[in-house]
């Protein structure tokens, strides 16, 4: 059964504050991707990485960082937090396949 | 660029009655994409409902059916007969092989009804 796990599974912080969020996979699998959640907007990619060292843009990435520090860590750093960034944030892991494996989601309120 | 759309907001059936969400796709990138649809149960994270990867092809899961229909460009999910424990929000998703990057919908929210 595929593994994703997500740290803290809640965080509230203040404007200008910085945020690390966490997501560890046990699949082994090649692709990780972070993404925000926000009510009329569905699921919005933010980054993605094919492997440990490697990142790729995705769709919503401004005011975010991520680095995949090894084949199972995938991290998302926002590093002045603001209130646009209050949202429900999923990691997923995936292989060649595209069938993706989710975590359960990091609500992050910026005050 | 790719897109999904799909029944927006939240939609209310009684228990034992039919659903369907309906999703239609767009796609400049990839003639024939993988076409998914994901669920989201409370306090859960999403999970693979179900994944059709051939136009023409029909998927089906926990009384759940999706068919790819390239001519309408639409892959809508439907039941015969919902039950409560299916009240979660369902996803429809659009995939480009060639690089890994998947499209969302906007989700729509199913309340069931006893």
């Known amino acids: 059964e595929a593994a994703v796990t997500q740290s803290p599974r809640n965080k509230v912080t203040v404007t200008g504050g910085n945020v690390t969020l966490s997501c560890r996979q046990t699949n082994s699998h090649n692709y990780m991707y972070w993404y925000r959640q926000d009510t009329g907007h569905g699921l919005r990619l933010i980054h993605y990485s094919y492997g440990a060292g490697n990142l790729q843009i995705g769709d919503v990435p401004d005011g975010y960082k991520a680095t995949r520090t090894t084949q199972e860590d995938f991290f998302l750093l926002l590093e002045l937090a603001s209130p646009s960034q209050t949202s429900l944030y999923f990691c997923a892991s995936s292989d060649a396949g595209e069938t993706l494996y989710f975590g359960s989601g990091t609500r992050l309120t910026v005050l | ?114």
């Open chain 2, 1 to 114: 660029g790719d897109s999904v759309t799909q029944t927006e907001g939240q939609v209310t059936v009684s228990e034992s009655k039919s659903l369907i969400i309906n999703c239609t796709y767009s796609t400049t990138s990839i003639a024939y994409p993988n076409l998914f649809w994901y669920v989201r149960y409370p306090g859960e994270g999403l999970q693979l409902l179900l994944k059709v990867i051939t136009a023409g092809q029909k998927g089906s899961s926990r009384g759940f059916e999706a068919t790819y229909n390239k001519e309408t460009t639409s892959f809508h999910l439907q039941k015969a007969s919902v039950q409560e424990s299916d009240s979660a929000v369902y996803y429809c998703a659009l995939g480009e092989s060639n690089n890994n990057r998947i499209f969302f919908g906007d989700g729509t929210q199913l309340v069931v009804k006893p």
